[in-house]
């Protein structure tokens, strides 16, 4: 229980003195409203969101509106009639009107933008006025509701001037009755909306605050005899395969007599009254089987989709139709980087089938119920959804949670009743198979009330909530951003445990989720195999949610006309949480990021491992329903850059969690013999064999590689002896400053710098603290403190040695250090040549102890940064790709032969950052002006940029960074990974970097 602080009503004051007075104070009323607890006035019943074949009228569109800075001088000048818009201008419907130049949009995560005085506003509060003037029939007049699907925060409704109510919690449905109000021909309906309200303090949610309606307003005639809700309730045995449907339709909350159909099964059957079904098809994710139905009353006839499906919880485990499921789920907020709140229908689909195609098969609605579009598209293309209720109060977290309206009873009527509007509108979608009762909301009471009702409602769906680790109130256990470490723990049932020995074992008995995990911010997320391991290793686990799908960047047109998105800060907020506000598999635009073709490795549904000799695969079927003969199977071999065979290989039905091995055509066998010596790869990859409603026939699913490595790369011979001039020396192609001992060219390409290189421009995660991580200051401030971005060499010798087998080898030895540093690295850089090509060993030995802080530094990378004078156009390379690999991420990159503009070796992260490395890498050309330069090694690692990594570490967005006519080459014989630290855990111990010896040869040519 919090303790609770006194509020002051408006118009008093901690000084009155008890005696009469006179409140003076202008727009008192309406300040007083909308500080009010409770939800909206006037409005209908919840109920479901029904396709039915009553009038209806779109009122959609262009609508007349007007700001004001506050509710005190909102005028109130008869414009509810529409007699005089002096003042108003044309504004969409629906619309986030600060994306129509009104106002401007504001970013906070968990902070509030204005003072925390629960249930109070503040004063600078933008009121919008909207007025539409629209033409109603006489089929609307005996009966009819007008129905708004979203509002932000609170509206006040009236229709040719009569006030109709108000609305509260902005993104669920509010319906009110116009009945009598309503006139044939013209009519008036006058919407003022306030940004903030007492509802503001349950919806703080991390995104954009934007105001406005901006979801649809519809008009819907009422039929006397018609069918106000319905709730279908259709089940399925796993073990007998029988359906059960009861179907139970009501007008004005009785119960009314109507006629179900499903055409497909042969059923008629009463409302109400419940039937088996000897055999049905059930509804899953993957076989996402629906069955067209219709509700029949004598003046009315709903439409719907039936779905038989199962939801249990049995033995710790999650389960749809008898079998334990995995989610490999995405949170999902709605956001639009032109639009804002409004998502177009035609985005929505094509988001929601790039997500399939992407293997995802799961959506957690972050932190609100959805457009009521959206669950259709869910049911028919086979998504299961956590439905959240919108409800967060984060911000008071940082006052111990007090005032929290969780544990308030004056919320607990607001807080059961947007419950109650989430469960009701979508409870006939099978694709919702838990209930959310938010995000982020402490702990307390009116949880507890939220629970009950939904659990008395809707006994079928589990309920979920991960604010409180007890689970008292839920039927999941619920975390977020749990390292790899604690979620092994988890799966096993060996967690530490709760104080409360009953809530202990109640909790042991349940399932666990990951409701937010692998934090997608910028470079990254690292470390997603792990989980994934995990999940398929321990039933308990049913899987998680990456946080998140989708960066909120809006679109920004710089000076230059360049357009890129703009985060939180970059429109004049007074408080703000910068970029956390662009994170997400996806950019604003939908566009992929290397995470989510790495994600889409990492939960592919089959896993096909080809055996090293060619001669065959295994393939394991990885679904929880489907066998495989939705998919077709074909192989290809590359070989220097060509392909040398390929085709299709029968595979027979694969159950699901069996794994069958397939036999390779015996040819190639042979020819993988025949190719030792040469680098060539196999690839088997499983693809659509039929077009589906989310992606084409031959549309990749799943693959799989073996790779023939070629030999090392062999080293020139030792034929070149050092030529000495006065200033320079030369070795082969190579020109040296005898002051530097560093390349001044190469092949008659100027080089700017060679130098060792410890250091990235942090990513997104580095600038985190990382959690449980020992040292609580950032890795990139760590990395500053260490000065690791400035070293600076030392020469201690050049030395020319003579070698047995000819010619001579060119030493260079140095000492890289930092200023006020004791700490540092010995590095030797020695020089061979045939004439034509070069061959570069570096050594690297740590120097002292590297303490900084009183923890170990740590290093992002040993490689070597090579500036060349002349700007690349193309790279080419042999390695993975073609997206970004580091350590621990890509997944998804395979090997083979690539080749891209130079341009596109980068990713545009909104907030510039290290990327763009490909590694696995053995042969790399980049193209320049006018010569090419290859590089040949061991396994390295490679990233091309036109800027510096100066230039990169302070660029705040897009344009900031401007190509200044050179090559950065970076060469790296080691890379850190890049976790997950931006919030969560960091990088796990395999992939740190600690200093260390490191000895790598690179050989490079200019042709």
Request: aromatic share 8%.
């Amino acid at each position: 229980m919090s303790v609770q602080s006194p509020s002051v009503p408006a118009g008093d004051s901690l000084g009155s003195t008890g005696g009469q007075s006179r409140n003076l104070e202008v727009g008192a009323e309406a300040v007083a409203d909308l500080a009010s607890f409770q939800p909206g006035k006037g409005t209908l019943p919840a109920r479901a969101y029904l396709h039915s074949d009553a009038p209806r009228l779109a009122l959609n569109g262009e609508w007349q509106f007007r700001m004001s800075p506050g509710v005190r001088v909102a005028p109130d000048d008869g414009w509810q009639l529409g007699e005089d818009l002096t003042g108003f201008a044309s504004l969409p419907v629906p619309s986030s009107w600060p994306m129509h130049g009104h106002g401007a949009p504001a970013y906070t995560n968990v902070q509030f933008p204005f003072a925390v005085e629960p249930p109070h506003v503040p004063e600078a509060n933008p009121i919008g006025d909207h007025v539409v003037v629209f033409e109603a029939g006489h089929e609307f007049l005996s009966h009819a509701l007008l129905r708004f699907d979203g509002v932000e925060s609170a509206g006040t409704v009236w229709l040719n001037g009569v006030e109709l109510g108000t609305t509260r919690g902005s993104r669920l449905a509010h319906e009110f009755d116009v009945t009598g109000i309503l006139k044939q021909g013209q009519n008036t309906l006058a919407v003022r909306v306030a940004q903030f309200s007492a509802a503001s303090y349950v919806e703080d949610q991390d995104m954009w605050w934007l105001p406005g309606i901006f979801r649809d307003v519809t008009l819907q005639a009422r039929p006397a005899d018609g069918i106000d809700d319905a709730f279908v309730r259709a089940g399925y045995d796993h073990r007998t395969g029988e359906g059960t449907l009861k179907v139970e339709a009501t007008r004005g909350g009785q119960v009314i007599d109507a006629v179900v159909r499903v055409p497909e099964l042969g059923l008629e059957l009463a409302a109400g009254a419940e039937v088996s079904i000897p055999a049905v098809e059930p509804w899953s994710a993957e076989v996402p089987r629906l069955y067209d139905a219709t509700i029949s009353a004598p003046g009315e006839t709903v439409t719907l989709q039936v779905g038989f499906r199962s939801v249990a919880i049995e033995d710790a485990q999650f389960k749809v139709n008898g079998r334990r499921i995995l989610l490999r789920g995405v949170n999902r907020h709605e956001h639009h980087p032109l639009l804002g709140r409004v998502v177009p229908q035609d985005v929505v689909e094509a988001e929601l089938r790039l997500m399939k195609q992407h293997n995802i098969n799961a959506i957690r609605t972050s932190h609100y119920p959805p457009h009521p579009d959206f669950l259709a598209l869910a049911d028919r293309l086979g998504f299961y959804v956590v439905l959240e209720c919108d409800l967060e109060t984060h911000g008071f977290e940082s006052a111990g949670w007090a005032q929290n309206p969780s544990d308030d009873p004056q919320w607990e009527e607001a807080l059961v009743d947007r419950m109650r509007r989430t469960v009701e509108r979508d409870k006939n979608h099978p694709a919702v198979i838990m209930w959310s009762l938010g995000n982020e909301a402490g702990t307390g009471r009116n949880l507890a009330a939220m629970s009950r009702w939904a659990k008395d409602r809707d006994p079928s769906r589990p309920l979920h909530y991960e604010g409180d680790w007890s689970s008292e109130h839920v039927d999941v256990y619920s975390r977020m951003y749990a390292s790899q470490a604690e979620t092994a723990l988890i799966g096993q049932g060996i967690e530490p445990p709760l104080d409360d020995a009953a809530l202990d074992t109640r909790r042991r008995a349940m399932p666990f989720v990951l409701c937010e995990y692998v934090h997608a911010m910028g470079n990254g997320p690292g470390g997603m195999s792990e989980y994934q391991e995990l999940f398929e290793k321990y039933p308990r686990l049913m899987g998680g949610f990456v946080w998140e799908w989708l960066e909120h960047g809006i679109t920004i047109t710089s000076p230059d006309g360049r357009q890129h998105y703009g985060y939180g800060g970059d429109f004049g907020e007074e408080v703000h949480d910068g970029n956390f506000v662009t994170d997400g598999l996806v950019d604003a635009d939908r566009n992929p990021r290397p995470g989510l073709l790495d994600f889409k490795k990492v939960i592919e549904p089959l896993h096909i491992t080809v055996a090293d000799d060619w001669s065959g695969f295994t393939v394991r079927n990885g679904q929880d329903f489907a066998d495989t003969s939705a998919f077709s199977f074909r192989y290809k071999v590359e070989a220097d850059g060509g392909t040398h065979d390929g085709g299709w290989v029968e595979v027979a039905s694969v159950s699901p969690q069996h794994e069958a091995t397939v036999p390779l055509p015996a040819s190639l066998a042979a020819l993988a013999s025949g190719l030792k010596d040469r680098a060539a790869v196999l690839t088997v990859s499983a693809v659509l064999a039929a077009e589906t409603a989310w992606a084409p026939a031959g549309h990749e699913v799943a693959w799989g590689q073996s790779v023939h490595q070629a030999g090392r790369p062999a080293a020139p011979s030792v034929v070149e002896v050092v030529n000495v001039q006065d200033t320079e020396l030369q070795l082969g192609p190579v020109l040296f400053s005898r002051i530097t001992g560093m390349p001044t060219s190469i092949g008659g390409v100027p080089v700017e710098k060679l130098a060792l290189t410890l250091w990235w421009p942090p990513t997104d995660n580095d600038l985190g603290r990382e959690w449980g991580g020992a040292d609580g200051r950032p890795l990139a401030t760590q990395w500053k403190d260490a000065r690791l971005n400035l070293l600076h060499a030392r020469l201690l010798g050049i030395n020319a040695e003579a070698r047995a087998e000819g010619g001579e080898a060119l030493t260079v030895r140095t000492r890289v250090s930092a200023a006020d540093k004791q700490y540092g690295v010995f590095v030797d850089y020695t020089w061979t040549s045939d004439g034509d090509a070069v061959a570069l060993r570096t050594q690297v030995r740590p120097d002292g102890a590297w303490l900084n802080g009183g923890f170990e530094v740590e290093w992002a990378r040993i490689g070597l940064e090579l500036v060349l004078a002349d700007p690349a156009t193309s790279v080419s390379w042999f390695g993975k790709g073609p997206h970004q690999s580091y350590p621990d991420t890509g997944q998804g990159a395979r090997t083979g032969w690539f080749t891209l503009p130079a341009a596109e070796m980068d990713v545009d992260y909104v907030r510039p950052q290290e990327s763009g490395a490909r590694s696995g890498v053995r042969w790399a050309a980049v193209q320049l002006r006018e010569r090419t330069l290859e590089v040949q090694a061991e396994p390295f690692a490679f990233t091309v940029r036109p800027y510096s990594q100066e230039v990169l570490d302070v660029a705040a967005h897009r344009p900031d960074l401007k190509p200044d006519g050179k090559t950065y080459l970076y060469l790296d014989h080691v890379l850190r990974g890049v976790g997950t630290a931006a919030c969560g855990p960091g990088v796990l111990e395999q992939y740190r970097l600690k200093p260390r010896e490191a000895d790598f040869t690179l050989v490079l040519t200019v042709r």
